[in-house]
């Protein structure tokens, strides 16, 4: 295991060696200190109760301050109010960053300073960490970034909330692209207006969309115009 404080001094004096700093490693290491505190006190719920302490109260409060909603909850903690900017910049960031690293643990060991701290300075260039609601999570996409790591919180059909570690990399993706005779198309289209109006069978199983992989019969079905068919996607070509 590595020290924080080893790791926040060698952080520093790499850091230090490309450009100059305006600040000193002890304010650095106060104001980490500082933060670890306001942290601390970020996963307390109302009545001061750690919500580290049951997954049920922990996952929805990581959540919640995954995506950047951070709540004075201590006096003590007023300080950071003279410092806004360091909640966008600092404390948001390192939320996310944490989560990543901690994921990134199971996978491998950082046993050396150096190691932890290029890879900790190669997830923050390369890897796009943030909610899935984010702008930037979909200008990302649109810009085609390599690698994306998000928290998500889904609500199920029962009612219940999942949460999940999304860790996403673009990859190429083969296809094959191939004709249908127009035909074929317009007499399984057919088939189905025949059946479902004119004879009036709207059985889920009904014959005319039973699977038939020779000719795509599923596909074609259900590509169909509403309210014969159900398609997904309609191409304006």
Not at 79 to 104: A, C, H
Not at 119 to 127: G, V
Not at 149 to 162: A, G
Not at 223 to 235: L, T
Request: charged share 25%; with cysteine.
């Amino acid at each position: 295991k590595i020290s924080m404080r080893l790791f926040l001094k060698h952080c520093y004096e790499t850091i230090e060696k490309e450009r100059s700093l305006s600040l000193s490693i002890d304010q650095l290491l106060r104001m980490a200190f500082l933060l670890s505190v306001f942290y601390r006190h970020s996963f307390a719920s109302p009545n001061g109760e750690s919500c580290a302490e049951r997954n049920v109260t922990f996952f929805p409060k990581l959540h919640q301050l995954f995506t950047g909603d951070f709540r004075v909850v201590n006096s003590s903690d007023e300080w950071i109010f003279n410092y806004v900017d360091i909640i966008q910049e600092v404390v948001i960031p390192s939320t996310r960053l944490g989560l990543k690293l901690f994921y990134d643990s199971f996978i491998e060991d950082f046993d050396d300073l150096n190691e932890l701290f290029n890879h900790m300075k190669y997830t923050i260039n390369e890897i796009v960490i943030t909610h899935e609601e984010d702008p930037e999570w979909r200008n990302a996409i649109v810009d085609e970034a390599p690698y994306f790591f998000t928290l998500r919180k889904e609500v199920t059909f029962e009612k219940e909330i999942k949460f999940s570690i999304i860790n996403l990399e673009k990859r190429p993706c083969k296809f094959s692209v191939l004709q249908v005779n127009h035909e074929a198309v317009r007499s399984l289209w057919a088939s189905q207006q025949h059946e479902l109006v004119w004879i009036g069978n709207s059985h889920a199983e009904r014959g005319s969309i039973q699977e038939n992989g020779a000719v795509l019969r599923n596909l074609i079905g259900s590509s169909s115009d509403v309210p014969i068919g159900y398609p997904a996607f309609v191409s304006p070509l």
